[in-house]
């Protein structure tokens, strides 16, 4: 509630201002409409609250806030209140009374069940918003979260999004025995392991809508297939549509800003650094703390650690990614490969994987050879031979998409390779010899030289 007071001190100054107040059902939305209503009049602030209860009804808002605001100014209410849609002349009748009552003194509307209203209510309520931009004006939108994709609502917020805010109030995190509960009654007649509650409770972190979908795709994955729950992986379930729902809400409310924040985590992959998106986007720690705690309180994403965060479902990842054009993605590997350089450069070089990643994904193959055998140089260094492996093969990935290297003799070598050590050693040499002895490879060979890590 705090916040939305400080956005009335903010109308105060001259600026209308719009809140959307957003919860699950009995996360104590409406009851924080009555306290912030008692808080603003405490504050000198006119206030005028209404509900919209179902889509029909929503014609009627408008005209009660009219009655509202006519008691209160110089012309006398007329007792309206009759069903149908609101008219432009009664949509300018607000906007004058509310001006004119601006002049004396600060105004919040308060409007519960946002997620009712009607597409010519809300294109009114916008309308009122672009008229009275430097009245001192807070409008404030109790809404069911995520807000319904067909609701005039969720159309109204990118005209909103200027000089709006979202104010999810999340439902109560549930403690570990509370998740295993909830997992449970879901899942209802099929047996529920104590290691699947433990995978729910990692990945929904007590967030009990998200517990609730989560656990109803995995019975959905597992059912048909005759699994047991604890053989099934929540990161390859197929999220439910309500989860879907859920997660496209949340990113459609994103401010421009907040929305770069989460294009280039999806670019980074279902995990990602906080200082890669720093060094990638020009930010600092504190410009993306907010985008990423309300991504956190969505569900969208989990921390990892300090300055790790991770997708909640590798789906989400791929969503956001699919939906960039190949030149955004482009841009985006370029622009975290060398964020990821500068800090392998300043002497970490846990990312080396990551940053041969990058350089593929945004073209540059030469960058990509070097970073994947740097990788696989310091996984030998400290005896991690299957991490040597993995990258030695991912740098034969970048060759064979550069047509270097002949990929029927490579699956030979593997197959002649007697162990794992023998394998990971014939692969590096077997790299290098092919770059030196053929000829069409020279020039690539002396542009990896010439790379810069």
């Not at 997708?311 to 482009?330: C, H, M, N, V, W």
């Amino acid at each position: 509630m705090g916040a939305s007071l400080a956005r009335l001190s903010e109308a105060r100054d001259g600026s209308f201002r719009v809140v959307l107040l957003a919860g699950d059902p009995g996360s104590g939305k409406s009851a924080m409409l009555e306290s912030l209503s008692a808080s603003a009049q405490e504050q000198g602030a006119l206030v005028l609250m209404t509900e919209c209860s179902t889509a029909v009804e929503s014609g009627l808002v408008l005209r009660r806030l009219l009655v509202q605001a006519k008691a209160h100014a110089a012309s006398p209410p007329d007792g309206r209140g009759s069903s149908g849609e609101p008219t432009d002349d009664e949509a300018r009748e607000l906007q004058t009374a509310l001006k004119e009552l601006s002049e004396a003194r600060p105004i919040a509307i308060l409007i519960d069940g946002s997620e009712s209203i009607g597409q010519p209510l809300g294109e009114h309520l916008n309308e009122t918003a672009h008229a009275l931009a430097q009245a001192p004006v807070l409008l404030v939108l109790a809404s069911r979260w995520p807000v319904p994709g067909d609701c005039a609502l969720a159309v109204q917020l990118r005209h909103f999004r200027l000089q709006g805010t979202l104010l999810e109030i999340p439902l109560p995190p549930l403690d570990r025995a509370g998740s295993d509960r909830l997992v449970r009654e879901v899942a209802k007649e099929i047996p529920v392991p104590p290691a699947f509650c433990e995978s729910v409770h990692a990945v929904a972190r007590g967030n009990p809508r998200f517990t609730v979908e989560l656990v109803k795709a995995a019975v959905a994955h597992a059912r048909p297939r005759g699994l047991r729950l604890d053989d099934v992986d929540l990161a390859a379930v197929p999220p439910t549509p309500a989860l879907l729902e859920r997660f496209a809400a949340a990113v459609s409310s994103l401010l421009d800003e907040e929305r770069k924040v989460i294009e280039a985590a999806a670019a980074h992959g279902p995990r990602f650094s906080v200082r890669s998106l720093e060094l990638a986007l020009g930010a600092t720690a504190g410009s993306l703390a907010g985008a990423l705690e309300r991504l956190v309180r969505a569900g969208v994403i989990i921390g990892q650690g300090e300055d790790r965060y991770a997708f909640s479902l590798p789906q989400f990842a791929a969503t956001i990614y699919d939906s960039l054009t190949e030149d955004g993605r482009k841009d985006l590997h370029s622009r975290l490969a060398a964020a990821i350089a500068a800090i392998t450069e300043a002497g970490d070089d846990r990312y080396l994987g990551d940053l041969g990643r990058h350089h593929a994904l945004s073209g540059d193959f030469a960058k990509a050879y070097t970073a994947y055998s740097r990788a696989a140089e310091k996984a030998e260094e400290v005896g991690d031979a299957d991490g040597a492996l993995q990258s030695f093969n991912l740098a034969l990935k970048v060759l064979r998409a550069y047509r270097r290297l002949d990929i029927e003799a490579i699956a030979q070598l593997r197959l002649s390779a007697a162990t794992e050590a023998e394998v990971e050693g014939a692969l590096h040499r077997y790299i290098r010899n092919a770059l030196e002895r053929e000829p069409r490879s020279r020039a690539f060979l002396d542009e990896v030289r010439g790379a810069p890590g």
